[in-house]
């Protein structure tokens, strides 16, 4: 049976495109410092609180509230519906998502989805985490024992603690493991930089050159207004705290692997780091920005989102996402102008890039005839990655979406490609224009 062709979005500049008006988002900060005090709901909140504000928009237009998070919030499982809540929103009747780091994505999509079948006409898509305040969990048993407690009284109360083991209240640390293969997302990226002989000098030379870009764009202001000011009980975080201005390749070369102490050629330098922070953009009808009097940053052209096999090569979503998101748009890989590539290892990026333009890989795994082709380094992520400013789960697939817009106008440019990998195998690519 021939493979089933994806349909191609229309090409035409006629039809009501959907539209994001503006994005924005809070500084990204290591996890545990600058934001380790503002709760992920609350942190959602003053973003979209701000990004509303700024383009003075009546809240009660907003029909909905869609938010991506990874890590979930406990005490608040829907964040979106919590953001709404607490912008007075209550007819907003909003709900979250979670496709791992391709939530931001997610996000967007599903208000693409929704404008375009009528549910809605504007839709505030986020994402938030908050590696900060992971929960904690606690063994199985302890729990259950925890609630027969709660029942029991006089004797029957002491005979129960009594079977509490001590190590039990140990609580359980936050892993960050596929619960399929049981093994972290760094050990799969150590086994793509093996199988695609992905040396370790030219890992380090992409994670220099992402610091580089991305402290240039900060100190040139061309970031500024993505970025927003974030209060927390120790005063206001203005700026992202992950970017280093220099990096030493002697001083890198020095680092330990982290993930295959022996042979291992991945480290905490070529790694995006544990990191808090939340991001949004508003979406809409083409025609709806313009009868609200806006001009949009762009508009989405197509996405894609893919699965495959996460015992082999897991991070290799990026490569399986992008053709069809291409195909999708009506485009070849020629046609698009700027790349935002999500940094969560430099081996995943280097490897990927590697597979685009791998014809075998393109034919036995995507059954496609012919490779994309290799992507002019020059274009891609040009005011710096994830590598430098962090990766906050499910907030990364907003900055790259509203940095990928903002550059290509500041260039007079047309046509971008977002795409990421995610845990669980699985990939994202999104295609974005403006006229």
């Given at each position: ?410 260039q007079d440019k047309r046509l971008g490609l977002a795409t990421a990998c995610a845990a669980g195998g699985m990939g994202t690519a999104m295609v974005l224009e403006r006229d």
């Amino acid at each position: 049976m021939p493979a089933k062709k994806p349909a191609a979005a229309p090409a035409a500049p006629d039809r009501d495109r959907i539209a994001i008006v503006a994005g924005l988002r809070t500084p990204f900060s290591r996890s545990w410092t600058d934001l380790n005090d503002v709760d992920p709901v609350e942190l959602s909140t003053q973003v979209a609180r701000e990004l509303l504000f700024r383009l003075e928009i009546d809240p009660k237009d907003v029909d909905q509230v869609v938010w991506g998070t990874v890590v979930s919030v406990t005490r608040s499982p829907n964040v979106a519906r919590e953001i709404a809540l607490n912008l007075g929103m209550y007819h907003a009747a909003g709900f979250s998502v979670s496709r791992a780091c391709a939530s931001g994505f997610q996000a967007v999509a599903s208000a693409a989805e929704m404008i375009t079948t009528g549910q809605a006409d504007v839709v505030l898509a986020g994402g938030v985490d908050v590696l900060s305040h992971a929960p904690v969990t606690y063994k199985k048993r302890l729990v259950d024992s925890l609630q027969k407690v709660q029942k029991a009284k006089g004797v029957a109360l002491l005979r129960e603690l009594a079977t509490i083991n001590p190590l039990d209240l140990l609580p359980t640390p936050p892993a960050l493991t596929e619960r399929y293969t049981g093994r972290t997302m760094g050990e799969h990226a150590e086994e793509m930089a093996q199988n695609f002989g992905i040396r370790r000098v030219d890992q380090e030379a992409l994670a220099i050159e992402s610091h580089r870009k991305a402290s240039a764009a900060l100190k040139s202001g061309v970031l500024a207004d993505e970025i927003m000011t974030v209060q927390t009980p120790k005063g206001p975080i203005s700026k992202d705290n992950l970017v280093r201005e220099d990096m030493d390749p002697a001083s890198l070369a020095k680092l330990r692997p982290v993930f295959d102490r022996k042979n291992g050629t991945i480290t905490a330098a070529t790694s995006s780091a544990l990191t808090d922070g939340a991001a949004c953009v508003l979406v809409m009808l083409e025609s709806k920005a313009k009868a609200l009097g806006y001009t949009p940053l762009g508009f989405v052209r197509s996405y894609a989102f893919t699965g495959q096999d996460p015992r082999e090569n897991m991070l290799l979503g990026n490569a399986y996402a992008s053709p069809v998101a291409l195909e999708r748009a009506g485009l070849q890989l020629a046609d698009i102008d700027l790349f935002e590539i999500h940094e969560a290892f430099a081996a995943q990026v280097l490897s990927n890039l590697k597979m685009l333009q791998d014809p075998e890989f393109f034919r036995t795994k995507l059954k496609r005839d012919t490779a994309l082709g290799a992507i002019d380094p020059a274009r891609i992520n040009v005011r710096g990655g994830s590598l430098a400013f962090g990766h906050p789960f499910a907030a990364t697939g907003l900055r790259l979406i509203t940095t990928l817009l903002r550059t290509l106008k500041d260039q007079d440019k047309r046509l971008g490609l977002a795409t990421a990998c995610a845990a669980g195998g699985m990939g994202t690519a999104m295609v974005l224009e403006r006229d």
